[in-house]
């Protein structure tokens, strides 16, 4: 085990995978802060369902294994499953979470059709199309290391550049309206970072938990502060630790998909956040609650103030009035 994890760092091209998933695991914290304090939390899911198609489609009319083209071809297939959430929200009685998961389920059923048919087909065998289901960031190229560092690098450095801005529109877009920001612009451009962080995503941690590297590692951040800005630094950091995480030890052990270990890394950082935080973990509450408990016992306990003062006067006017 030893021998394996130093062979990550002695080897030049794990180590550029090891670099792309830290990256990768960076960007989606970051993005994900936002689509978490809006309750998007669902849409990131949907969003990396509705990909498969797009993907799939890419590589039919491809016949070559692409980042560029699989990229281009889910943020399509993203945007047309947002344009039907939009749609079927505003033109029906369905509420947002139905809608959602009624594009999630239909974008998902025909991605699966076409993978199906894809791996039936003469060069299915080579598409490593179902590295995208679960994921797979061994199966990187130097290439697509490249393209998911420098896409995570271009999200996070919109997200420092417009930080104020985002801020506004997430807590209250009415009042950014009425500053005079663009605020339709603004949460298009959210919507359209959240569906780039989820497709560079999907062939590292897979379609189905993709979601999960999203929107996990900003929920852990939020029991550590009450800040924005933080808790957008400590997405960020707990992203891209559980993406190394992941990488390094599905490429260690055989047999083990980095999308689940990356979700289980995450989700480690989620309990040690719930438990461990300072003002929000659980242990901190029960703490505090219990001092509480001690205080108003001696609180009430005490003749001379308190509850025990405020007893004794109300005590002594009943009697008064009673004679």
Sequence with gaps: MLSSFTSWFADPNLQWILMGSLLLGLGSGVIGSFAYLRKQSLLGDALAHAALPGICIAFMLS????MGLFILGAIISGALATFGIHAITRFSRIKQDAALGIVLSVFFGIGVVLMTKIQHSGN?????LDKYMFGQAASMMLSDVYL???VSLVLILICALLFKEFKLVSFDPGFARGMGMRTAFLEQLLLLMT???VVIGIQAVGVVLVAALLITPAVA???WTDRLGVMVVFAGVFGGLSGAVGTMISGTLSNLPTGPVTVLAATLLFAVSAL???NRGLIAKLMRRSRQRVE???WAGTPESGLGAAASRRYAGERSADS
């Design 221 to 223: 951040a939020r029991y």
């Design 148 to 150: 998911v560092g420098a």
């Design 276 to 278: 461990f935080a300072p």
């Design 63 to 66: 016949g070559v294994k692409s």
């Design 124 to 128: 299915g065998n080579q598409s490593g």
């Design 195 to 197: 569906v780039i962080a």
């Design 296 to 298: 108003v016992r001696q």
